[in-house]
C-alpha cells in the first residue's frame, strides 16, 4: 500500500482497504498511519460507516489546520472549510485521512479530498473496486498467525497452528482466543473441544452467513468464560452491543445510569467499583477496546452483531431501549448553548444504530428532537434534516401523524428549511403543521405559539411584511402570558417584532425595540442562547443604520461580529448574515476598501457554504455587486481629482515660468 501511494506522481487516488470483517482492515490502516507517520503532517481518522456524520469527523480538523474561526461553526460548515484547505494544500500538502468502515461509496464519495495528500478507506464492499484503487486484505498466513499466538499467548508452535487451523486463520478470532488463553489459562486442547461443540450449536442454530464462523465460537467461548467470572460485565457489553460501533463515552454511563429501568443494570452502572471492574474485564478478554485517556468503550462491529443476535426478540428489546434511556439521560438539556454542543456530538454518532426513533418513550423522543435543535443551532442544517426527516416518518407511523411528537418535530423541520432557503415549502409545511397542531394543542399552547413564531418568519421570507408584523404584534401580548415577560422565547418574538418594523419601514421603532431586546437579554435571568443574542445585536446594528447613524452602526456590527466568531464561528449562517449587513454599514460610512474586503470574503463563504442559489448568497452577491460599483465610482472621482490637481499644479509651474524676472 505504501508503495502504490508513494510512487504516484500527479493525482493521488485513494486506496482502499478490501476483505471480511474480522480479517483486520482497521488495524492495517492504523499500523500504516503508525509506521510512516513521519511522511505526513497531519493524520486525521474519520469513522464512515454513517455518512451522515463524516462531516463531523472532518470538522474536528479544522482547528489543527488553523482554521481556529471554525472551530464553533456547525460541522458542515467546518468541514467544508477543511476539505477545501485540503485541497489547497494548505497550510499542509502532507495529509493522510482514513476513512474507516466506509461501506456506501457513492455517500461519500464527495467528500473525499483530491489534493496533494493520500487517502486510505477500509470498507467490507467490494463496490469500491473500480472506483478507488483496492488492496485486498485476506486472513494472516499460516505463519503469521502461528507467530501471533506465540506472542500473543506464548504457546507452542504446534499448539498455535492446531488453533490457527480451527479458527481460519481469521485476525480477530485469534486475538480473542489468545486473550482467554492470557486470562484463563485455558489448555488448547480444552479450547479446540470447546470450540468444537460450540461450532456444532452455532451451526445448527443457522447462524447469519456474513458472519465468519470462526469468529462466531470463538466470540461465544470469550463470552461464555466472562460470564463465569463476572456476569455483569457480559451485562454492560449487551448494552454496549446496541450503541453505534463508534467509542461510547463512559461517562454516559455515569451520568445515566439511574436512568435505566432494569433494576440489575440499574445496580451495576450505580456501583462505581464494579462497573469499572465490568469494563477492565471486556478489555481483558479483548470483546471491547478501552480508551483510558479518551475515556472511551468500543466494541467492534462485529462482535456488536453477534451479540445481538444471541438474544430473542424480546431480550434485544429490553436493552435497546435500556441504551435509549442511557442516551436520553446523558444528553444536555441545552441544545441551543454552544457549550453543549461537544456532548450531543459525543452522542450523535449512536443516534441512528442504537435505533432511537423506534422509541416512544417521552424522555427519549425529548433527547431526539433536542439533537435536531443542536444541529440545527450549530449550522449543521442537512444532517439536521436528515434526522428531523427520519423521525418525523418513523414517529408518523408508529403513534399516527397527529401526534404531538410528530407535530413538534415537524415544526422543528420547518425551521430547517427554512434556514436552506426553501422559503415556499417552508411555508407549507409550517402551515399545515400550524392548523393541525391548533386543533390538538390548542392556540394557546407553549409550541402552537412558537411554531406561530415561525410561521411569522416565513412570512417574511414570503415577502408579506405586513401580515407578518401583524401575526407578530400578537403573539408578543400571548408570548409574555405564556413565557413570562424576561423568557428567551418573549424576547425572541419582540426582535422579529423590530424585524418586522424595520422591513415595514418604521425604523425608529425598530431601534427602539431592538435595543430593549438587547438590553433585556443581558438582564435576564434565563440563560440566553449565543444564536439569539447574536440575532439581537445584528438586529440592533442595522436598526441603527437605518436610521442614518452608520459610524455607531459599524461600530456595533463590529462588536457583533466578533461575538459571532468567537461563540459561533466564522462560517456559521448567521454569523455570516452579521458580517454582510456591517459590509454594507461600512460602505454607507464611507469605508469602502473595509467593506469591499468583507463583501468578498461573505460572498466567497457563502457560495462554498450554502451555494449559488441560497438566498443568503444572492443577497452578499448584491451586496458585493453595490460596494464594488461605488468602490469604482470613487476610484474614478479620485482619479478626476489627481487629474485635475496635476492640472492645476502644472498650470501653475507655467504661470511662474511665465512671469517676469
Not at 573 to 581: E, G, I, Q, V, Y
Amino acid at each position: 500500500m505504501h508503495a502504490g501511494l508513494s510512487t504516484e506522481v500527479t493525482a493521488v487516488v485513494p486506496h482502499a482497504l478490501h476483505g471480511l470483517g474480522g480479517v483486520g482492515k482497521t488495524q492495517l490502516a492504523v499500523e500504516y498511519a503508525h509506521r510512516f507517520r513521519s511522511e505526513y503532517d497531519v493524520v486525521w481518522w474519520i469513522p464512515a460507516d454513517q455518512p451522515v456524520l463524516v462531516k463531523s469527523s472532518l470538522a474536528g480538523l479544522a482547528p489543527h489546520l488553523g482554521l481556529q474561526a471554525a472551530t464553533r461553526s456547525g460541522a458542515e460548515d467546518a468541514a467544508d472549510a477543511v476539505l477545501d484547505a485540503l485541497r489547497r494544500g494548505e497550510p499542509y500538502d502532507r495529509w493522510l485521512l482514513v476513512f474507516d468502515n466506509a461501506d456506501q461509496p457513492e455517500e461519500i464519495s464527495d467528500l473525499i479530498p483530491r489534493g496533494p495528500g493520500q487517502v486510505i478507506i477500509t470498507s467490507r464492499n467490494h463496490r469500491w473496486q473500480g472506483i478507488v484503487d483496492t488492496v485486498p486484505v485476506d486472513v494472516f498466513r499460516r505463519e503469521e498467525s502461528v507467530e501471533f499466538l506465540s506472542r500473543r499467548a506464548s504457546l507452542s508452535d504446534s499448539d498455535a497452528d492446531r488453533l490457527a487451523e480451527q479458527l481460519g486463520d481469521l485476525p480477530l478470532a485469534l486475538e480473542q482466543a489468545g486473550a482467554l488463553h492470557v486470562e484463563t489459562g485455558i489448555s488448547v486442547d480444552d479450547y479446540l473441544r470447546l470450540l468444537k461443540e460450540q461450532t456444532s450449536a452455532l451451526l445448527s442454530e443457522s447462524k447469519p452467513s456474513e458472519y465468519p464462523m470462526p469468529m462466531t465460537a470463538a466470540w461465544a467461548l470469550s463470552v461464555g468464560q466472562l460470564r463465569s467470572k463476572l456476569p455483569e460485565a457480559v451485562d454492560v457489553l449487551r448494552c454496549c452491543a446496541f450503541f453505534g460501533p463508534e467509542p461510547i463515552p463512559r461517562d454516559v454511563f455515569r451520568r445515566a445510569g439511574h436512568q435505566a429501568s432494569d433494576l440489575r443494570l440499574s445496580g451495576i452502572f450505580g456501583d462505581t467499583i464494579l462497573l469499572t471492574r465490568a469494563i477492565r474485564e471486556l478489555g481483558r478478554f479483548a470483546l471491547a477496546a478501552i480508551d483510558s485517556q479518551a475515556r472511551t468503550i468500543q466494541v467492534h462491529r462485529l462482535v456488536q452483531a453477534l451479540l445481538r443476535d444471541e438474544l430473542d426478540e424480546d431480550e434485544r428489546s429490553r436493552f435497546r431501549h435500556e441504551v435509549h434511556l442511557l442516551l436520553a439521560g446523558a444528553a444536555p438539556r441545552m441544545p441551543d448553548e454552544t457549550a453543549s454542543w461537544q456532548r450531543y456530538n459525543e452522542l450523535i454518532a449512536h443516534i441512528l444504530p442504537s435505533q432511537v426513533e423506534d422509541c416512544p418513550d417521552p424522555a427519549v423522543r425529548g433527547m431526539a428532537r433536542d439533537v435536531i435543535y443542536y444541529l440545527y443551532r450549530s449550522g449543521s442544517y442537512q444532517s439536521a434534516r436528515s434526522f428531523a426527516e427520519q423521525f418525523v416518518r418513523r414517529w408518523a407511523e408508529v403513534s399516527g401523524p397527529d401526534h404531538p411528537d410528530v407535530l413538534i418535530a415537524q415544526r422543528h423541520l420547518g425551521g430547517i428549511v427554512r434556514e436552506l432557503g426553501e422559503y415556499r415549502a417552508a411555508y407549507d409545511l409550517d402551515s399545515a403543521t400550524l392548523t393541525k397542531m391548533t386543533e390538538v394543542l390548542g392556540p394557546e399552547h407553549r409550541e402552537t405559539l412558537v411554531l406561530s413564531s415561525g410561521f411569522a418568519a416565513d412570512l417574511r421570507a414570503m415577502g408579506d411584511w405586513s401580515a407578518a408584523q401583524e401575526l407578530d404584534e400578537r403573539l408578543q401580548s400571548q408570548h409574555t402570558t405564556a413565557f413570562g415577560e424576561q423568557a428567551a422565547a418573549t424576547l425572541q418574538i419582540m426582535n422579529n417584532l423590530a424585524i418586522d418594523y424595520g422591513l415595514n419601514g418604521d425604523y425608529q421603532a425598530a431601534r427602539a425595540l431592538h435595543d430593549t431586546v438587547h438590553r433585556k437579554q443581558s438582564e435576564s435571568g434565563e440563560r440566553i442562547g449565543e444564536a439569539d443574542v447574536l440575532n439581537s445585536w445584528n438586529g440592533l446594528a442595522r436598526a441603527v443604520r437605518l436610521t442614518g447613524d452608520s459610524r455607531e452602526a459599524v461600530d456595533l456590527g463590529e462588536d457583533a461580529y466578533a461575538y459571532g466568531v468567537q461563540e459561533l464561528g466564522a462560517e456559521h449562517l448567521w454569523t455570516l448574515r452579521t458580517a454582510r449587513d456591517l459590509s454594507i454599514a461600512k460602505r454607507r460610512a464611507g469605508d469602502f476598501d473595509g467593506s469591499l474586503e468583507l463583501a468578498k470574503d461573505v460572498h466567497s463563504r457563502l457560495q462554498r457554504i450554502m451555494g449559488d442559489h441560497h438566498p443568503e448568497t444572492v443577497a452578499a452577491a448584491s451586496n458585493l455587486s453595490n460596494v464594488l460599483r461605488r468602490a469604482a465610482r470613487v476610484r474614478r472621482t479620485r482619479s478626476r481629482g489627481c487629474r485635475a490637481r496635476r492640472g492645476a499644479a502644472g498650470a501653475g509651474r507655467d504661470r511662474r515660468r511665465r512671469r517676469p524676472g
